[in-house]
């Protein structure tokens, strides 16, 4: 085996070629290994379908790249294919290749009981084909696990009672495929010390296709035997908060943010390693109070129904320098976050957040009424004439489902009558938020023909009484409720958009703080002496 380095302080790489046969063998035994901070497989169908009619036509598929050296005993997975293996002093920990080697090993080693669809050989056409998930592959496709030994391919043959031309051909194929020879580097590895398999890898995945820079830094801050990486950590913290998940790009940019770097900066460039631990900490933290800024001062009850995701970096900033903020910053905050939704200017770039990024200052008041200053001015007429055309995860429609929520809902029948709804139990249910009503033909689809209410059936519509009161926390009176019983979807779809529209426009009112002053005079707390918020 090569040695580490050479007198220039340089790896010295070994060359090697493996037939595919050899790699299945080292797959089967445990010899090969996939560090815990590779990403998942992630390779369609036909990136699966040509590797295998690259190897049957003699095409390169790339040099695979392996750090050798020890590996405990663990269970290895490799796309769907996965075994339990002993511990080895010779393993190949897979730098680069590892979509390539989980096709060939779940294509030739599982039993395709997976999620993966089957790859079959053509012996007709001569091509390899995706099989489909519920019909039987015609009688002459050969499935590729067949081609992995000739003794079952075989075997396979005479049960189908194959002409001896095509009985050839699928042998001279099976033979193409054991006997292809990949070339691959091996690096010298401890099995320990991991900083060389990090940087080549990150090198690595700047091109073809990469990773995003995201789960780049989590590679480079995770461990070879599987500790999550900062990212991950700081998801599963705030995922206690009942918020839901936040995307892991928002917590990377989020980290960017919180270090008092640039939007177009990066983390792995901008943050020193022996300083990423403390930041993450901060990060966890300031992300956890921007949560509750959002859910307690701004109404915005889940992730799944924030407007805009890119304001939760800039709060962690805000909330990483100034972690006990003033009520009366509170209130302005919430003017700033629903005048940047309701005119648009939350949409993320790092031309439009590099000044709300140094917006933020060591003076808390400061910052807070410089947040104000970069958005333009909101007035009666910036408030929406109109619902949106329902297309649910767009901006305007999570407005209206929040407007929506700030009434208040209450369950309408069953034995839970009165309650308030839970609308983040709801959010995963495909029902959400529950069309009650198709739209009258030619009527566009809006939000008044959705309710935040778990689906009730047509008899248990029924069994509603329209004089009911706790319609009204759905924004639907008596006489709509009454058409919509009768089949007037029209006349029920015109009156809850009236309604919903005064209340939505009411709501951006009040949390816009649409004629409110924001210039104030010290001392804060004067403005709540007689309850001014």
Known sequence: MAQASNATGAIELETKTFSVAKLLD??????????????????????????????????????????????????????????????????????????????????????????????????????????????????????????????????????????????????????????????????????????????????????????????????????VLGAKGPIDRVRDDLAQLGFGSIDPRQVERAALAVAGGDPGGSLERDVPEADVPALFDRVSKSLAAAIDFLANDAGVLHIDLLPYGGTLPLLARLFAEHPALHVRNRDLLRRWFWRGTLTGHHRTDNKTDRPRWRAIVTDEHASVQALLKLLPPVTEDSLPGALAPFRRGTARVDVELLAMFALGPRVLSGDDRGAEIAIPSLLGNPDFPWPVAEPAPGAEKTSALFLLHAPIDQRGLHEIDPSDELLSTHAIDPAGFRALLAGDVAEFQQRRASSLLRHLRAFLREQAGIGAADRDRPPLDAYFMDGEA
Not at 82 to 106: E, F, H, K, Y
Not at 183 to 191: C, T
């Open 26 to 223: 080292a797959i089967r035994t445990g010899r090969m290994r996939i560090p815990r901070f590779q990403r998942g497989f992630r390779w369609s169908d036909e990136d699966r379908r040509l590797l295998f009619d690259s190897l049957q036509a003699g095409y390169p598929i790339g040099t695979l790249l392996l750090a050798r050296g020890e590996a405990p005993a663990d269970r290895v997975t490799l796309g769907g294919y996965s075994i339990d293996v002993p511990a080895t002093s010779d393993a190949l920990w897979v730098v680069d290749g590892q979509q390539r080697l989980s096709t060939l090993a779940t294509a030739l080693l599982e039993d395709h009981s997976g999620a993966y669809r089957s790859i079959y050989f053509d012996l007709e056409a001569e091509r390899f084909e995706i099989g489909a998930r519920r019909r039987a592959p015609p009688p002459h496709w050969a499935p590729v696990h067949m081609l992995s030994s000739s003794s079952i391919l075989n075997k396979w043959l005479r049960e189908q009672a194959m002409s001896d031309r095509i009985s050839d051909r699928a042998d001279e194929i099976s033979r193409r495929i054991r006997e292809y020879t990949i070339p691959a580097y091996l690096v010298p590895y401890d099995g320990r010390n991991d900083a060389l398999l990090k940087q080549i890898f990150a090198r690595i995945n700047r091109r073809g296709r990469a990773l995003e820079s995201h789960e780049v830094f989590q590679a480079l801050h995770a461990s």
